[in-house]
């Protein structure tokens, strides 16, 4: 004790005795009570404490009033005096004070007395303790997350662990992190473990998740609690169980639809719903459970997964299953849920039957009237229901039939009810539950619309074609309907208009595209109509706003001067095809921006073409001259265009060359001969050097070069590599003697060893026509062949052994389909294989023929006609759309009904005299055109004189010099080998082609001639 503690007690004892020797005429008592931070009446505080006390004094038993109080707290041993304060009492003999007044020193462990003094006598001594708070007990419980406490918990919980720790004296502890521990164990292992910060009511929770264990998660888990001594003391422990479901719900589906029975290509999905403790529902991951699918009577599993439920312990599949289509895979269907453990737990049951329900005739629309047939095939052995059904699947008054069992077919004459236009159904029942449903829409009429144009310029007028067809026979039927037409203008917005009413059975009538309409949007037409008996139908045709275009072509690229330039002016709309009439071009030819000759104005004519020749100055110096356009679309005037084209002036010669090939596939080892033609201002010259190179590998980077050389006397040879295969390219030059050249190329020849090459030579065939296939062995010699003709079902039409390398079959009048032939050919090396398709048209076509050769503008051409169907098919009952077109000048279409007649067709005010091609067709191009003479003088034309002749031999001349231009261009550009594969062939006799002219003498041919290309046999892609 040191000496401020020994003096302090001395004093103590010192007033002790004199107040014992005065204890009559001063008997001061007293209490004390102490408070921790929270009021709590304690003797006992952590170090980390607030000590609050509250003193009574009494004087010989009554309250001690004012009196001037000494409070003194000595702690034992070495501690010694930590507080020394004054205070006086109020009129109950009390006063209170803490340790945060003055003159307190330390909190320091160990016991304490408070000394109350009055008049330096002692009132009371009251002991207390200050000491270290150790964790001494702990308990626990855990909640779910929904803050239900429980100790049971699924796959997929996450389990929340709450503790509560005490300290010796029973409070509660406020800890630092990790002077309390916690552990959990499962099935002997520690599975997770932490420290715990306690608060000031001894509380903590940590989280655990279950599912992180995927093996073992399942059992008892035990939650340890220690304090930091060491060895750590267990103080408390508890307990939860994470379990696995008990029942599983098995539900087969149909799309969210439960089914038990289903019928090939359908999908099988399925709703399951676990639960524990009957009723409870069981959140899972993927681990708890699996769900497996087998046949019955088949061994192995079809499918087997595992299952994830959600909170409420339901998951779904609408894909578990997709049945196949054979009859493999009708039967008896178990779905089962096991737990984790195999243990099962919930299982159905479907069937896969065959359905198939179909109503005959088959039509895209049935019209109340229609008699049809019902016709239902299934393998189902149980009774069913068949009912005609609303698009709500509700039954139709007396449209259902109960079929009895063991029915595999079933059929059932129908009239189709006259109920509202809309979508209704064939459903077929097992008891209450859909198996099947066919939909098919009713409706009465149909109304279709064409535009004239899909594409169309702000201001643009245009035509709607349109008809109404009784859905019952395809024939025509009265309407009455309303007009409207839809767009978007500059300010984008939506904008209708009311068009005028339509009445009947078909028609057409003209609307204008706003001038305001948006560039780049879209507008349309809706026609509403509604026969007598309210019946009703609606049809949009769109149309494509658009900005206006204009190109310029010229009949050369490069002229000479004092030459004309024939140029052809086309308006449209930008982007498209579509040809626009009526707009003004201003347009002037500039070279070294000078404008050369005078500028013009012109219109474009119905078609959206214009004609203009421009002469060329004889003094014009060389160079490129660029043709400028400024064009205004007459209807708008907002609708411009500036554009320009161009054309190259030279004095220099026109030198051409032009290869020729004669076959389209070599073998390694072949010689390949190339003719060629040098071309002087279109006169053959044999003023030039023609040098070549040939490559050959897969047509691009890589190509290995086999030759290099020079031609003579009109052709080079190229020997081919032996054993290299791959594609032949070919380039040459032409060098003339005064230094210009020209050049040409072939490319994408074939070069391969033991190739069969079948073909045919047209690309369609009519009913009654005889088929010729054409063959050729590439690379090998053959030594026999043998063909079979098949059609497409796979029957045989004929067979036989082709001669010269080709054979033929002759198509059938009726009935006849696309043949297919199969070539082998037994070579040298190995046998070949080859077969090719023959496609028979079928369809309709259109034979004319305009009554009369020449015309004035403005006059009535009479057109006999006659619609001609080829093939098997339905007839068109509705009529036929015929496109009118003089060529370079304007297209019009005309609707028609009967398969033939005479058209009257006026021929426009404003088209230019000259010879014109008319074409008559049921599509927007056609092979068959007819030659008319237009003129405004065409009476002496037709009757009269022309350079000595008659009007009838003139015109046979113009087209003797046409078929005779005709083929020189053909002999020119002989290697384009076919028409355009969509063409069809007109199944008139052709007529014999001109003979080509003789060609001019070489003086370099040893024999004087000139060796002619390859006839046109030798040309078959």
């Known amino acids: 004790m040191n000496w401020r503690a020994a003096l302090i007690v001395s004093l103590l004892l010192t007033s002790t005795i004199v107040l014992g020797s005065n204890a009559a005429a001063a008997p001061f008592t007293g209490t004390v009570i102490l408070y921790d931070g929270t009021y709590h009446a304690q003797d006992y505080f952590e170090p980390s404490d607030d000590i609050y006390f509250d003193v009574t004094v009494y004087d010989a038993g009554a309250p001690a009033q004012y009196e001037a109080v000494n409070v003194v707290i000595v702690g034992d041993g070495i501690i010694g005096e930590v507080f020394n304060d004054t205070y006086t009492t109020d009129s109950y003999g009390q006063f209170s004070g803490y340790d945060g007044d003055d003159f307190w020193y330390t909190h320091d462990i160990g016991d304490y007395v408070m000394y109350v003094n009055v008049t330096n006598a002692s009132a009371v001594a009251h002991p207390f303790t200050i000491y270290d708070a150790v964790p001494w007990e702990a308990t626990g419980w855990t909640e779910n997350y929904d803050d239900d406490v429980t100790d049971i918990f699924t796959e997929d919980q996450t389990v929340y662990l709450y503790f509560q720790v005490l300290d010796q004296f029973g409070n509660p502890f406020d800890g630092s992190s990790w ?53 750590p003391d267990q103080i408390g422990e508890f307990n939860f169980t994470v379990i696995l479901p008990e029942v599983a719900i098995v539900r087969p589906q149909y799309f969210g639809t439960d089914r038990s029975v289903f019928v090939p290509g359908e999908n099988v999905g399925y709703s399951v719903q676990l639960l524990y403790d009957v009723t409870e529902t069981y959140d899972s991951d993927s681990y708890a459970t699996r769900i497996v699918l087998f046949k019955q009577g088949t061994p192995g599993t079809l499918a087997n997964d595992t299952l994830s439920t959600n909170d409420v312990g339901y998951t779904y599949d609408y894909y578990f299953y997709s049945i196949g289509s054979s009859d493999t895979y009708k039967g008896t269907y178990h779905i089962q849920v096991f737990t984790h453990e195999w243990d099962l737990i919930g299982s159905a049951t479907f069937m896969v039957i065959d359905l198939d329900i179909a109503i005959l005739p088959e039509k895209s629309v049935y019209a109340q009237g229609d008699e049809v047939v019902i016709e239902i095939t299934t393998s189902l052995e149980d009774p069913y229901e068949v009912q005609i059904a609303n698009s709500a699947h509700i039954e139709l008054e007396d449209s259902s039939w109960n079929v009895p069992a063991h029915s595999t077919e079933w059929v059932r004459d129908y009239t189709m009810p006259n109920e509202d236009d809309g979508y209704y159904y064939v459903d077929v029942y097992v008891d209450s539950l859909r198996v099947g449903s066919y939909g098919f829409e009713l409706k009465k009429f149909t109304i279709e619309a064409r535009l004239s144009s899909s594409n169309l310029l702000p201001g643009q007028t245009a035509t709607v074609f349109w008809r109404a067809v009784d859905n019952h026979d395809g024939g025509p039927i009265s309407i009455d309907g309303e007009t409207h037409m839809f767009y978007y203008d500059d300010s984008y917005l939506y904008v209708t208009d009311t068009l005028d009413d339509i009445a009947g059975s078909s028609g057409s009538f003209a609307f204008t595209v706003p001038n305001d309409a948006y560039i780049g949007g879209y507008g349309g037409i809706t026609i509403d109509a509604e026969d007598s008996s309210e019946h009703f139908d609606s049809t949009t045709v769109q149309f494509q706003v658009g900005s206006l275009y204009v190109s310029v072509t010229t009949d050369r690229t490069s002229y000479r001067p004092g030459e004309s330039v024939y140029m052809t002016f086309s308006s449209r709309v930008q982007g498209t095809s ?37 002469t060329i100055p004889s003094e014009a110096a060389d160079g490129t001259y660029i043709i400028i356009i400024n064009a205004t679309f007459n209807p708008n005037s907002d609708m411009t265009y500036d554009g320009t084209g161009d054309f190259t002036v030279t004095s220099d010669p026109y030198i051409s060359l032009i290869l020729y090939q004669e076959k389209a596939f070599y073998a390694p080892g072949d010689t390949v001969n190339v003719p060629y033609r040098v071309l002087r201002d279109g006169v053959e010259t044999t003023d030039a050097q023609v040098s070549y190179e040939a490559e050959i590998g897969n047509g691009g980077w890589g190509d290995m070069t086999i030759a290099l050389g020079f031609g003579s006397g009109g052709s080079f040879s190229i020997s081919l590599p032996a054993g290299v295969e791959g594609i032949l390219s070919i380039s040459a030059m032409a060098l003339t003697t005064d230094g210009f050249t020209a050049g040409d190329y072939l490319s994408n020849i074939e070069v391969s060893s033991g190739q069969l090459v079948l073909f045919t030579s047209k690309s369609a065939y009519m009913p009654g026509e005889t088929i010729n296939w054409f063959y050729m062995l590439n690379g090998d010699t053959e030594t026999s062949a043998y063909y079979r003709i098949l059609d497409p079902t796979g029957a045989l039409l004929a067979e036989g052994t082709p001669t010269t ?217």
Not at 191 to 209: F, H, I, R
Not at 1006 to 1014: E, I, K, L, R, V
């Open 179 to 231: 002077d309390v521990t916690y552990q959990i164990m499962h099935n002997g292992y520690s599975v997770d473990s932490g420290g715990l910060a306690t608060n000031v009511s001894g509380g903590d929770s940590e989280y655990y998740y279950t599912y992180y264990e995927y093996a073992d998660q399942f059992g008892l888990y035990n939650v340890q609690v220690f304090n930091s001594a060491s060895p």
């Open 578 to 614: 579509t040809m626009v009439p009526d707009v003004g071009i201003r347009a002037e030819v500039q070279h070294n921006d000078d404008r050369v000759g005078s500028s013009w104005t012109m219109d474009t004519n119905n078609g959206g073409y214009v004609d203009y020749v421009f």
């Open 805 to 1021: 390398g080709n054979f033929s079959y002759t198509l059938p009048l009726e009935y006849a389909v696309n043949p297919t032939a199969y070539l082998y050919v037994v070579g040298g090396s190995g046998t070949y294989i080859g077969y090719d398709i023959a496609y028979v048209y079928s369809g309709y076509l259109i034979d004319f023929s305009i009554l009369s050769e020449s015309y004035a503008p403005g006059d009535m051409m009479q057109i006999n006609y006659t619609i001609i169907k080829i093939g098997e098919g339905p007839d068109e009952a509705n009529g036929f759309m015929i496109y009118i077109s003089i060529r370079g000048e304007r297209v019009d279409q005309i609707w028609v009904t009967e398969m033939f007649g005479t058209l009257q067709y006026q021929i426009p005010a404003d088209i230019r005299d000259g010879t014109h091609i008319v074409e008559v067709s049921l599509s927007d191009y056609d092979e068959q055109t007819q030659t008319v003479i237009i003129d405004s003088d065409a009476g002496s034309l037709a009757y009269g004189t022309i350079m000595g002749m008659n009007a009838g031999a003139f015109i046979v001349l113009i087209l003797a010099i046409i078929a005779l231009v005709i083929a020189i261009i053909g002999v020119v550009k002989f290697r384009k080998l076919a028409k355009r594969l969509d063409a069809v062939e007109s199944p008139e006799p052709e007529a014999d082609e001109p003979e080509a002219p003789e060609a001019p003498e070489s003086p370099d041919a040893q024999d004087g001639t000139y060796p002619p290309p390859p006839p046109p046999e030798q040309y078959n892609p």
